[in-house]
């Protein structure tokens, strides 16, 4: 049987892996886009509304989608316990949890208010992601999420993603990331990178310029942003994403070479009891 891309948990839609809806810029405040068109060629379009994303609410969104494809035992959290009965819906749509379980599936053990504050923050960005994309012959244009709700003095949360854009994810092109290299990496350009370069089987050759553009960096200096590219290719060495042999040109332009990797199953499978 064919399993709906949907369903794999570490299926990105390339269409976002190539834009700068997630961008590289970790912003404080909430700053808010009113209209931007953040990628449009010939067969595609892609024109978004809502607070402004970065990689770390990109992180979020993964998150939100692997509990909802993984229902977990009940939790008890101060004495009250989860209800263990299904609340993920018929497709998989529905991720009811605690904000412990989002920082489990990122790896994360170590955390305090700070990173509450933070995580909760970006599930409120989420919640106004608004999007119109094109791809070929589909179309979207809707919120990715029906609702976003944080309860329990924002310890749980309570997403239910749009089923029209599940419908409009399982229509067009996604492609699976490695997660724990993912995780690995260091939040911002290494793991825009990462994303971007996934959705290519060969690494096309690409101009700086192209990148800077591409990335929704805020970063103005062309020298600075050369130093940025250096620590992420750096960082994608080392945890073997690429080979150690990439170079930047004199024009600015970037050659880089995937290492043949295969993606098995992650350690998260196992943050709840789960087999892969």
């Not at 909802?68 to 949890?97: I, K, M, N």
């Not at 960096?217 to 073997?240: C, D, H, W, Y």
Request: aromatic letters at 12%.
């Amino acid at each position: 049987m064919i399993i709906p891309p949907w369903q794999e948990a570490s299926a990105f839609n390339l269409i976002f892996l190539r834009s700068s809806l997630f961008s590289v810029q970790q912003k404080k405040e909430q700053s808010h886009i009113n209209s931007r068109s953040i990628r449009s060629e010939e067969s595609e379009h892609f024109s978004y509304l809502g607070a402004s994303l970065s990689q770390y609410e990109q992180d979020i969104f993964y998150a939100l989608r692997y509990l909802a494809l993984h229902p977990y035992t009940a939790v008890r959290w101060r004495g009250v316990s989860l209800p263990q009965q299904s609340l993920f819906g018929e497709h998989q749509t529905v991720c009811c949890a605690l904000i412990t379980h989002l920082f489990t599936v990122l790896g994360k053990s170590d955390y305090g208010r700070t990173d509450y504050h933070l995580i909760c923050d970006s599930i409120k960005r989420l919640d106004t992601a608004h999007c119109c994309i094109r791809y070929h012959s589909s179309y979207f244009c809707g919120r990715l999420f029906s609702r976003i709700d944080l309860t329990r003095g924002n310890k749980q949360v309570t997403a239910v993603f749009n089923p029209e854009y599940i419908a409009f994810f399982n229509k067009t092109p996604s492609v699976k990331i490695n997660i724990k290299q993912r995780l690995n990496l260091p939040r911002g350009l290494a793991r825009w990178l990462h994303g971007f370069w996934s959705s290519y089987s060969v690494i096309p050759i690409t101009s700086l310029e192209q990148l800077h553009y591409y990335s929704g960096t805020e970063e103005k200096r062309a020298g600075n942003f050369k130093k940025r590219i250096n620590k992420a290719l750096s960082a994608l060495t080392e945890v073997g994403f690429i080979e150690k042999n990439w170079w930047i040109s004199r024009e600015g332009s970037l050659l880089a070479h995937r290492k043949p990797i295969e993606i098995g199953p992650s350690k998260l499978h196992n943050a709840f009891n789960i087999s892969p």
